[in-house]
């Protein structure tokens, strides 16, 4: 799939731009757009700007180009990264992504409910013999009768899951799907997923940071991340963010993503790079390397989330990493 740049690109809408700068032009019958040179200052509109080849031309101080920057740099006297800006603002990109992905759209109108495992039970208090080890694993990473309650976490002494602590992945007000922690961290495999669900599909703890209000989110890798924070933060499940999840993203309203991975996220930062700027205001919160959203002290955590840096996708992260280390 072509980047998210390419894309705004080829949907670009010069007329569009032109009148989000209050430019005057003139649009012929061959699709060529006439507007006033701005070097020259030719009234007689003769920078031609032809948009089925993708040209632009100044019949007057014979000025020429061939893509969409080149003509915004020149229109507005500008340097590349606003002009990759003003394309991407004159771009229509809700309808982009729904030409884009009608089938990702569909499938998340299309998510369902998922049971909770064989051998789930409830946490409760007080607690029992039963219950208590899974209790103490969660009170051990500050999760509080409250929230337990709240998020509806069980557990399983029976079955596939026994030995874990269910955390339900609620979405739109209905159980989507689950994860299973083992409380024991020698277990071969500490987290667990329901079988039946893609977690690309989903995010944790949307309802709850949507129905606070506002319009930031802060993207976390995992649950128990997510619930140290819980009135911010969504939970990824990984290193990674989907187009699924932008569109839930979207849904909800969030114009404004801190990521908060985990220390060494700026590694990463490239991966989703290309997707955010065309969606929403992007910044990276950084903690020390040997943190991570659910172990961070409080004060450090609330820190790196306020200190949070604009994420500029005209820059590779890895060069400057590369470069501070020469």
Known sequence: MPGRFELSQSKWDVLRFL?????????TESGEVHICCPRCYDRRYRLFYNKARRLWHCHNCDTSGGDPISYVKFVLKCDDARAVQEIVNATNLDSLLDEEEPQRKKGLDELTEEPMPDGFKPLVLPADHKSQPYWDYLIGRSISPTMVRTYGIGYCRVGSMKGRVVIPIRLFGKDRGWIARSIYD????????????HTSRLLFNLDAVAAAGGDKAV????????????DLAVATFGKKISGSQFSLLRRAGFRKLVFCYDGDATSDAKRYSEMVPWYSDCYTASLPSEYDPGNAPMMVLSRAIRNAQPWDFQRNPLEDEHAAKA
């Open 186 to 197: 020698l277990a071969r495999r500490k987290y667990m997923n329901s079988t039946n669900v």
């Open 219 to 230: 993207l976390v890798e995992g649950v128990f991340d997510a619930l140290r924070i819980p």
């Open 19 to 27: 009148r989000r700068h209050g430019l005057e032009a003139k649009l």
